[in-house]
């Protein structure tokens, strides 16, 4: 076979001097006249890619400022060829690998078959070293007690050469040998040439045992995992992604809280290597993992969950791409559920479930694991995205929700159908069966953080009376940016528009974003200085985002500087802008604000 031949030719690959963009073109430069020259001389190859028609890569929404292609069509020996040819360097210690301008089309060609760069993951080494990110305090701690051994499970489907065994090295390499039983792999029906009989071979040279079991048809990521689990001879399972780097130390940590508490799901921190450049970043620390009532994870970053009396720390839920749990555990909870298709909702379902019937979701922050974040998904579903992951969410809102799936349902009213396709009656049993506690017990001692209109003043827009325009708040992916503006009102279910004003006085976003006034530093200390109002994540120790309501004025003031929320005509773009003004009588039309309550129960 030619990928067999090509991985056999990767292990006598000639390496150059780290970082060097001329030796980083030519490997390139050799890599594509590889592929042109083994590709037509091939018979066999030739063959197939003339009898299959030429593969359309359809990827999602793209970012302004990438250049790449919705649709890029990939031809099939492009979609099959494995182009690993590591440089001596490259990489190493998380650096960025920087690829040479004039390839960027080639990066933008390729990007859509797996939505990060190819080309720089194929140039790192898959042995590549990675710095010890640990904290001194965690570096001090021994684990000598350790007795358990764990069962890593990967599951992929069509994975990049490059990152899947990465994954496999980083695990064998940062792992103490005594502490892994074994690797299990699963393929979800990939179609890639390299991952068939080239990786078998790889896995057979392996210094550690590793089984690799493939699924018969496309089944999605609970199928696989459920079969790794089953096939598993440890007592602890760790499941990772296919596109991740552990670091030093990262097992231990697990394994001893494990070993400590038996019902507990134990996370590392997962740390973030970038989709264009593979650099290694630190992730910020005190991360914890919630949702809003689109049934989306959402990452938030604050203190309040710091628990000072043990190192790990409380997470409402989990990525569950990468965690730990004991497998007699994850047994008598009930696995996953089976009913799930293919992908999505599944680690919102188990966190409800761990947490509701007596268990725990912790994250460990002496254990980091790297993750490739990608923006867009490049994976195909059978029956289609949408379907499939409304189907999922509409199953874990029906039995673990309760009451609160109105409110679900009243956010996504798109989900709502999916209840009447699908069959629960399995879970409720096992909900029964478990004495299970319910969603109410959850929000308030589990998520008190959360978004919902129960101990509030006011729940629906905040309208300006004099404009009549809404607040409005733009916030993006876990609150990356966010922006505050007032523009016209939208229609009933926009979120953006959608505040609730606590009891005590925050104004909070379903995007855990809170109105906050704060003072502007300038460096001139003879000007005045100015506040703002900008939306930040809510911190419940701050009182500038405890806000006061006066029904007579209709006034919103800020009890931090006692100064109220105000509207600006902007002479350059006659658009409003938003200010903190001293509250006055004479401003009394551009400081009025009205609540427009909005009834969620259906």
């Known amino acids: 076979m030619v990928m067999l031949y090509y991985e056999k030719r990767v292990e006598n690959v000639i390496f150059f001097s780290f970082n060097n963009n001329i030796n980083i073109q030519n490997q390139l430069h050799n890599n594509e006249r590889y592929i042109r020259q083994n590709y037509?001389?091939?018979?066999?190859?030739?063959?197939?890619?003339?009898?299959?028609?030429?593969?359309?890569?359809?990827?999602?929404y793209i970012r302004k400022d990438d250049s790449y292609q919705n649709n890029v069509k990939l031809k099939p020996f492009e979609l099959n060829h494995n182009n690993y040819s590591p440089i001596k360097g490259e990489g190493d210690l998380g650096r960025p690998v920087n690829v040479p301008f004039n390839y960027k089309h080639i990066i933008s060609k390729y990007w859509s078959a797996n939505q990060f760069n190819l080309l720089a993951s194929d140039i790192i080494?898959?042995?590549?070293?990675?710095?010890?990110?640990?904290?001194?305090?965690?570096?001090?701690?021994?684990?000598?007690?350790?007795?358990?051994?764990a069962s890593v499970i990967i599951i992929f489907h069509n994975e990049a050469w490059s990152t899947l065994i990465r994954t496999i090295r980083s695990v064998i390499n940062r792992s103490p040998r005594r502490l892994i039983h074994e690797i299990i792999l699963v393929d979800d029906a990939s179609d890639r040439e390299f991952l068939g009989q080239t990786l078998e071979l790889f896995i057979a040279e392996l210094e550690i045992m590793a089984k690799l079991y493939?699924?018969?048809?496309?089944?999605?990521?609970?199928?696989?995992?459920?079969?790794?689990?089953?096939?598993?001879?440890?007592?602890?399972?760790?499941?990772?992604?296919?596109?991740?780097?552990?670091?030093?130390?990262?097992?231990?940590?697990?394994?001893?809280?494990?070993?400590?508490?038996?019902?507990?799901?134990?996370?590392?921190?997962?740390?973030?290597?970038?989709?264009?450049?593979?650099?290694?970043?630190?992730?910020?620390?005190?991360?914890?993992?919630?949702?809003?009532?689109?049934?989306?994870?959402?990452?938030?970053?604050?203190?309040?969950?710091?628990?000072k009396k043990r190192l790990t720390y409380d997470t409402p839920t989990m990525a569950g791409g990468l965690f730990a749990i004991r497998k007699d555990y994850f047994q008598a909870i009930g696995t996953y559920d089976d009913e799930m298709t293919i992908w999505g909702g599944e680690n919102l379902e188990l966190s409800f479930r761990v947490w509701q019937c007596g268990g725990s979701i912790e994250i460990h922050p002496c254990s980091h694991v790297g993750h490739v974040f990608r923006k867009n998904s490049p994976y195909t579903f059978p029956g289609g995205v949408m379907p499939n992951l409304n189907r999922n969410l509409?199953?874990?809102?029906?039995?673990?929700?309760?009451?609160?799936?109105?409110?679900?349902?009243?956010?996504?009213?798109?989900?709502?159908?999916?209840?009447?396709?699908?069959?629960?009656?399995?879970?409720?049993?096992?909900?029964?069966?478990?004495?299970?506690?319910?969603?109410?017990?959850?929000?308030?001692?589990?998520?008190?953080?959360?978004?919902?209109?129960?101990?509030?003043?006011?729940?629906?827009?905040?309208?300006?009376?004099?404009?009549?325009?809404?607040?409005?708040?733009?916030?993006?992916?876990?609150?990356?940016?966010?922006?505050?503006?007032?523009?016209?009102?939208?229609?009933?279910?926009?979120?953006?528009?959608?505040?609730?004003?606590?009891?005590?006085?925050?104004?909070?976003?379903?995007?855990?974003?809170?109105?906050?006034?704060?003072?502007?530093?300038?460096?001139?200390?003879?000007?005045?200085?100015?506040?703002?109002?900008?939306?930040?994540?809510?911190?419940?120790?701050?009182?500038?985002?405890?806000?006061?309501?006066d029904y007579k004025t209709n006034q919103l003031k800020n009890i931090w500087n006692n100064l109220c929320l105000t509207v600006e005509k902007n002479n350059f773009t006659s658009l409003w802008n938003l200010e903190m003004k001293k509250c006055s009588v004479t401003r009394s039309t551009q400081q009025s604000w009205i609540f427009s309550n909005i009834s969620w129960i259906t």
Not at 125 to 131: E, G, I
Not at 250 to 264: A, C, F, G, Y
Not at 268 to 284: A, H, N, Q
Not at 515 to 520: R, V
């Open 125 to 149: 080494s898959v042995d590549r070293n990675l710095s010890d990110v640990r904290s001194n305090k965690c570096k001090n701690i021994i684990y000598d007690s350790i007795s358990s051994q």
């Open 214 to 307: 493939r699924m018969p048809q496309r089944s999605g990521l609970v199928a696989s995992r459920l079969l790794g689990a089953e096939k598993a001879n440890s007592e602890i399972l760790i499941f990772l992604d296919s596109h991740c780097e552990c670091t030093p130390g990262w097992l231990e940590p697990l394994l001893d809280r494990i070993n400590s508490k038996k019902n507990v799901v134990i996370c590392p921190v997962i740390d973030v290597i970038k989709d264009d450049t593979f650099e290694y970043s630190l992730g910020l620390p005190n991360t914890w993992g919630g949702f809003n009532w689109k049934m989306q994870f959402r990452w938030y970053n604050s203190k309040i969950r710091t628990n």
């Open 40 to 60: 037509q001389s091939s018979n066999k190859s030739y063959d197939f890619a003339k009898s299959m028609p030429t593969m359309e890569v359809i990827v999602g």
């Open 394 to 549: 509409a199953r874990l809102i029906e039995v673990w929700l309760d009451s609160y799936k109105n409110f679900a349902y009243f956010i996504s009213p798109d989900i709502k159908i999916f209840k009447y396709l699908t069959n629960i009656s399995s879970r409720i049993d096992l909900k029964n069966k478990l004495h299970c506690k319910n969603f109410d017990w959850y929000l308030q001692n589990i998520y008190p953080e959360n978004y919902f209109p129960n101990n509030y003043t006011y729940f629906g827009k905040i309208i300006q009376k004099n404009t009549n325009l809404c607040l409005n708040a733009k916030v993006g992916i876990n609150g990356l940016y966010s922006q505050l503006s007032l523009i016209e009102c939208h229609k009933l279910k926009s979120t953006n528009q959608l505040f609730i004003f606590k009891k005590n006085g925050m104004i909070m976003t379903e995007e855990f974003m809170c109105l906050d006034s704060y003072e502007l530093q300038l460096k001139n200390p003879n000007i005045m200085l100015e506040h703002r109002i900008v939306l930040r994540l809510c911190d419940y120790s701050k009182s500038s985002e405890k806000w006061t309501y």
